[in-house]
């Protein structure tokens, strides 16, 4: 498992990665273009679901960097990485032994054959 698989492994972390990128982007964005937290957040939501109203837009370079920067992260990195989870959730199979089980077959099969053995063995004496 790759440490990017790894870290996004379930959609709490992704959560937690995508609030992150909307917390930073929002304290940037009111650094740079001074607006309130509250403001600022919400421009970042709206961004990053590539709704933007319009509403708030950046007017710093500094501001329009931030503004360019979330809207690629959350589309070309947060939102596959949603995807490849939901999608690996479909295709996991349900059906499949888990190591536990399959090492709990090999000793019965194991089992079955040494008492195999010894009736073998017993009916040739």
């Known amino acids: 498992m790759t440490r990017?698989?790894?870290?996004?492994?379930?959609?709490?972390e992704l959560a937690l990665i995508y609030t992150a990128l909307l917390l930073a982007s929002a304290g940037l964005l009111m650094h740079f273009e001074d607006l309130?937290?509250?403001?600022?957040?919400?421009?970042?939501?709206?961004?990053?679901?590539?709704?933007?109203?319009?509403?708030?837009?950046?007017?710093?370079?500094e501001g329009r960097l931030v503004a360019v920067t979330l809207?690629?992260?959350?589309?070309?990195?947060?939102?596959?990485?949603?995807?490849?989870?939901?999608?690996?959730?479909?295709?996991?199979?349900?059906?499949?032994?888990?190591?536990?089980?399959q090492v709990h077959i090999l000793e019965g099969i194991a089992r079955i054959e040494a008492r195999l053995d010894a009736l073998e063995k017993s009916r040739k004496d």
């Open 36 to 61: 309130d937290f509250g403001t600022a957040l919400y421009w970042a939501a709206t961004t990053a679901t590539s709704t933007g109203y319009g509403d708030i837009s950046p007017k710093s370079p």
């Open 71 to 101: 809207m690629h992260l959350s589309i070309f990195v947060v939102a596959p990485l949603i995807v490849v989870r939901l999608v690996d959730r479909l295709n996991m199979d349900r059906d499949a032994f888990t190591h536990e089980e």
């Open 4 to 12: 990017l698989q790894a870290a996004t492994d379930t959609f709490r």
